[in-house]
């Protein structure tokens, strides 16, 4: 890689972080239906394992074979109605995580994976206008604001507020990172 890929490179990773830190989430838009349940996310032959990156190689490889090898990080799943239903397996909301998903956007969760991915850190947002969205639109979401910008097509909207304490679970990572910070802060 020359120099100047290398720097220009650099230089999204910070711009993506700096953005991240102010509650900016932009991404390019996967789209996908209704009831769309833990078994489509990561099948139940990869549950005998618990490493991230090898679940993160299976997401959605029922509904999307090559769905691993097409995403890029930061990317956002919008879907239909009652996503994540099924089992309540942690593990895909840790697989979303760790293939890179940043962002899940659909009018309702199930709602043991509504739980399952605050305490493992991955965003998912609530909104009934996801029909506003199409598959490779790109998102900007604004977390401070409370909005998405669809700025493909120049439309904005609202999304469920996020309680503030499922907030400080995304801030720290996840339950466990949260639940250790606070025992760090609390020890006396």
């Not at 005998?48 to 990317?75: C, V, W, Y």
């Amino acid at each position: 890689m020359s120099s100047t890929t290398q720097n220009h490179s650099q230089d999204k990773t910070q711009e993506s972080q700096k953005a991240k830190e102010q509650g900016i989430i932009q991404g390019n838009v996967w789209k996908f239906g209704d009831n769309i349940d833990t078994d489509v996310i990561i099948a139940a032959r990869y549950l005998n394992t618990s490493d991230e990156n090898i679940l993160a190689k299976h997401i959605m490889e029922d509904a999307r074979p090559d769905f691993f090898s097409e995403i890029s990080q930061g990317d956002i799943i919008v879907a239909g109605e009652n996503f994540g239903c099924g089992s309540s397996r942690e593990h895909a909301p840790i697989a979303l995580k760790a293939a890179g998903i940043a962002c899940v956007i659909a009018p309702s969760f199930a709602r043991i994976f509504y739980r399952n991915a605050f305490n493992m850190g991955l965003l998912i947002l609530e909104s009934k206008e996801v029909d506003k969205i199409s598959e490779g639109d790109k998102v900007r979401i604004d977390l401070q604001k409370g909005i998405i910008e669809n700025l493909s097509t120049n439309q904005s909207f609202a999304y469920q507020k996020i309680p503030d304490f499922m907030h400080s679970l995304l801030q720290s990572g996840g339950l466990m990172a949260f639940a250790k910070k606070w025992l760090q802060e609390n020890a006396k």
